[in-house]
């Protein structure tokens, strides 16, 4: 096995997103959104991997905040990104160094996070990846689908070093980037997500009471440090409580069936509401 990333179906896509600022006078940052395709929680160096070498990720990792709890909306890549450019570790270090070399560094927010969890399909050239220490990969809502690699670097908002635990969403990136570049979101759209700016810095705790997810078959609510999924409609519910089974292995429906109840009632609003605005049209 070549321990490198480029060698893994782990290759790196880059969305860049620069939203320049015209006047010298105006302070609103520039922003860098890389998308990395197919990354899984364990891939990388500052994510535990002592296998494969991703040396700019890593130094990137501790120059701004690294969650971990970050879930992207759905386990596979088309709902979750919209255009990517393939290449590497290697790749964000070019980026990174062109940021420096432009004297762009300050005034750019850069953002590094994976599409979806890595897949877990031996023999086909997924064998590499991982995304340890949770269950399942790509195209399932078991935290190793949705629960990905993310890092914001921040010049002079977020300290280096920081690490985040707050459960966050790649849907929180855009209110989040509207926010800072000066701007409000549209009033009479619905975002699932919040500015979660004061997560990373370390003021406000999450934004987020749940996160819910459904992809194909899969059913999927997070609340607080629980997680509720079944894998199939004709399934039961499973309980497991992340904080101390991030590998979701001890389902707790029968432990705590009063529980499972509560979350459930929780996803199906959810699910109502959802709903709700399609019909409204939105
Ligand atoms: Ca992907």
């Known amino acids: 096995?070549?321990?490198?990333?480029?060698?893994?179906?782990?290759?790196?896509?880059?969305?860049?997103?620069?939203?320049?600022?015209?006047?010298?006078?105006?302070?609103?940052?520039?922003?860098?959104?890389?998308?990395?395709?197919?990354?899984?929680?364990?891939?990388?160096?500052?994510?535990?991997?002592?296998?494969?070498?991703?040396?700019?990720?890593?130094?990137?990792?501790?120059?701004?905040?690294?969650?971990?709890?970050?879930?992207?909306?759905?386990?596979s890549c088309s709902p979750s990104r919209g255009a990517v450019l393939t290449a590497l570790d290697a790749a964000i270090g070019r980026v990174l160094r062109a940021l420096d070399e432009l004297k762009l560094r300050n005034n750019t927010v850069v953002i590094a996070l994976s599409d979806n969890g890595a897949f877990m399909r031996p023999g086909e050239g997924f064998k590499v990846q991982s995304n340890k220490p949770f269950r399942g990969g790509g195209v399932m809502c078991c935290d190793g689908?949705?629960?990905?690699?993310?890092?914001?670097?921040?010049?002079?908002?977020?300290?280096?070093?920081?690490?985040?635990?707050?459960?966050?969403?790649?849907?929180?990136?855009?209110?989040?980037?509207v926010h800072a570049?000066?701007?409000?979101?549209?009033?009479?759209?619905?975002?699932?997500?919040?500015?979660?700016?004061?997560?990373?810095?370390?003021?406000?705790?999450?934004?987020?009471?749940?996160?819910?997810?459904?992809?194909?078959?899969?059913?999927?609510?997070?609340?607080?440090n629980y997680k509720l999924i079944k894998s199939d409609p004709k399934q039961p519910w499973a309980l497991y409580d992340l904080e101390k089974d991030s590998g979701e292995t001890v389902d707790l429906v029968n432990k705590h069936p009063q529980l499972a109840e509560q979350i459930q009632t929780r996803f199906e609003r959810w699910l109502a509401s959802i709903h709700g605005e399609r019909k409204r049209g939105n």
């Open 1 to 75: 096995m070549k321990a490198n990333i480029s060698t893994a179906s782990a290759a790196l896509a880059l969305l860049l997103s620069l939203a320049h600022v015209g006047a010298a006078a105006d302070k609103r940052p520039n922003f860098v959104l890389m998308f990395v395709d197919n990354v899984g929680y364990g891939d990388l160096g500052c994510y535990g991997n002592r296998q494969v070498k991703t040396p700019n990720i890593d130094r990137f990792s501790t120059e701004g905040v690294r969650c971990t709890d970050f879930y992207v909306g759905a386990p």
């Open 145 to 177: 689908g949705i629960r990905v690699p993310c890092m914001v670097r921040w010049p002079g908002r977020i300290k280096p070093g920081t690490v985040c635990s707050e459960m966050l969403s790649s849907l929180d990136l855009l209110p989040m980037i």
């Open 181 to 224: 570049a000066g701007g409000e979101p549209p009033v009479d759209i619905v975002f699932d997500g919040k500015d979660a700016t004061a997560a990373l810095t370390g003021d406000a705790p999450t934004p987020h009471d749940q996160l819910c997810w459904i992809f194909r078959k899969y059913s999927a609510i997070r609340w607080r």
